[in-house]
């Protein structure tokens, strides 16, 4: 009971503290900044625009931090950077520490972070030692630049709906955001910021030790793939998407599907694209009777190139292809196929 009255203190001192911005997590590892946090300094820019905030972005590193220039070129207006040796490795038990040290001093306004495997266990502790919110996992962010609240969207009940989470009195609105949807900017390596350095003395005992980290074998993402060869509905059967995946292994692409597919088994769900889906951005993509619904639409508004196949001449798809195949992808496909056979 001592413990948590001290802990409940604690959080309400915090709770008390004047909120200073919109504040970002910079996640780093083995000296690699995570992509995600070019694109949190991308949106959190965006959000601090429009609402008059200043943007800052939490640096917590080792001894030699040299991220600062980098995080201030791609949008902060400002980092706090929080060093010790302890700090070098990401055990979230020292980061969870050396943060509350620093939310001692100020809180922002809301606070952003990859809902990456090190964000998704970070946020929440931070969440419940200041009592607020966390909408985990957003697909989207808007804010109201009169009163400043945060809208936070994601996917809900299994992805058949999206709910819109604010979170109106405790500060500060907290989210985690799936990496690979917002865009980063182009960095501005004449961009001034400061930099204010908090003190940390890493007294704690963590009560877990790291023996060894075993890295498994990056499975490769659609989210990075350059061609994909995409199906819908109209593959037909699970025998026909033999034909997809071998074209999209002669184009060195990958599979990509719409989430009926996923619904009726023929595809894994990290497969699927669209609003509940990945986001995608490749070259060329080879959509094969896919209807285009607005949700699909979502996923693939970055693609460069899309050559749509569909039986249907009026399928909302070709909307946004650049080149429409009107007839039916099996015999397209095996056209293809074959086509690469000859060469
Ligand atoms: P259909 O709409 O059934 O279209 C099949 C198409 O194939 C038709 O255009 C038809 O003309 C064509 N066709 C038929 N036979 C052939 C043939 N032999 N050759 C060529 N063309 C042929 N969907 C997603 O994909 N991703 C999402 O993330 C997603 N999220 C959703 C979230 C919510 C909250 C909701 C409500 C829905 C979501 N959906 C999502 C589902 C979406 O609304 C559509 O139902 C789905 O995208 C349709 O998939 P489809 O195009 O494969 O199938």
New binding site residues.
């Given amino acids: 009971y001592e413990a948590i009255s001290i802990k409940q203190k604690r959080s309400e001192t915090i709770n008390r503290k004047k909120t200073s911005g919109i504040w970002i997590y910079a996640e780093h590892k083995n000296g690699i900044m995570h992509p995600v946090v070019y694109e949190l300094l991308g949106k959190g820019r965006e959000l601090a625009d429009k609402s008059n905030h200043k943007l800052t972005a939490v640096l917590i590193d080792g001894e030699s931090s040299h991220w600062a220039k980098e995080l201030i070129a791609y949008g902060a207006d400002r980092v706090i950077l929080c060093s010790h040796a302890l700090l070098e490795s990401q055990q979230d038990e020292y980061h969870f520490d050396a943060m509350t040290t620093i939310l001692e001093e100020e809180i922002p306004t809301i606070f952003l972070f990859g809902a990456t495997s090190f964000g998704r266990s970070l946020a929440p502790r931070i969440a419940a030692r200041l009592q607020t919110g966390l909408t985990a996992d957003c697909t989207r962010l808007e804010i109201d630049d009169v009163c400043g609240y945060l809208y936070q969207t994601r ?1 809900a009940f299994g ?4 709910a819109t989470i604010m979170c109106p009195d405790q500060r500060p609105q907290m989210a985690t955001m799936r990496p690979g949807i917002m865009n980063a900017k182009e960095p501005d390596y004449y961009r001034e910021g400061t930099v204010k350095r908090v003190n940390y003395k890493g007294e704690i005992k963590p009560r877990i030790e790291i023996i060894k980290e075993i890295i498994g074998e990056k499975k490769k993402s659609i989210g990075d793939a350059s061609v994909i060869v995409s ?6 059967s699970q025998k026909n998407m033999k034909l997809v995946r071998r074209l999209a292994d002669i184009l060195e692409g990958q599979v990509g ?5 996923v619904d009726i088994g023929w595809s894994e769900y990290s497969h ?6 990945a986001i995608v951005r490749p070259q060329l993509m080879i959509a ?9 639409l ?2 693939i508004a970055d693609a460069k190139t899309i050559i749509a ?4 001449p009026e ?3 070709f909307s946004v292809a650049n080149y429409k195949i009107i ?6 496909l095996e056209m293809l196929i074959r086509s690469d056979r000859e060469k």
């Fill in positions: 996917p992805g058949n709906l999206m199906a819908g509905r109209g593959i037909g599907v719409s989430r009926p597919l699927q694209i669209g609003q509940t889906g094969c009777g896919i209807s285009g619904a607005i949700q699909h979502a996923g196949i569909n039986t249907d399928a909302p798809i007839g039916d992808c099996v015999e397209v």
